[in-house]
């Protein structure tokens, strides 16, 4: 089993800047691909980044190409998003999630098999 938990959300103004962590427990976290999700409230969850298990690969959703980074640091079991010029728009909980098995990583939330529980983002105007 894999448990994942994510921090670093927080309120920001529009413009700014935040760090997700995602700190994984249990075996194998170097063999997962990761993704980073979102969900609004009374919106879909939304693909946000993904990263391969090497960290060779990543993937971005339109909305954070060029203004996020997806990265991970396998000896410490985490993976981490770099939110830049953030916007009212962002405004959402943030999810991450591991798909194992040497993945590349995906944009479908149900390529995922473990997921954690969320931090909430709010950019101001």
């Known amino acids: 089993q894999v448990q994942l938990v994510e921090s670093g959300g927080g309120l920001v103004q529009a413009g700014g800047s935040l760090r997700l962590s995602c700190a994984a427990s249990g075996r194998g976290f170097s063999s997962y691909a990761m993704g980073w999700f979102r969900q609004a409230p009374g919106e879909d969850r939304e693909f946000v980044a993904a990263?391969?298990?090497?960290?060779?690969?990543?993937y971005y959703a339109d909305s954070a190409k060029g203004r996020f980074t997806i990265s991970r640091d396998n000896a410490k079991n985490t993976v981490y998003l770099q939110m830049n010029s953030l916007k009212p728009t962002d405004t959402a909980v943030y999810y991450c999630?591991?798909?194992?098995?040497?993945?590349?990583?995906?944009?479908?939330?149900?390529?995922?098999?473990?997921w954690g529980q969320g931090t909430q983002v709010t950019v101001s105007s």
């Open positions: 999630a591991a798909d194992p098995g040497f993945k590349y990583g995906s944009s479908w939330w149900y390529e995922y098999d473990y």
């Open positions: 990263i391969s298990w090497s960290g060779g690969r990543t």
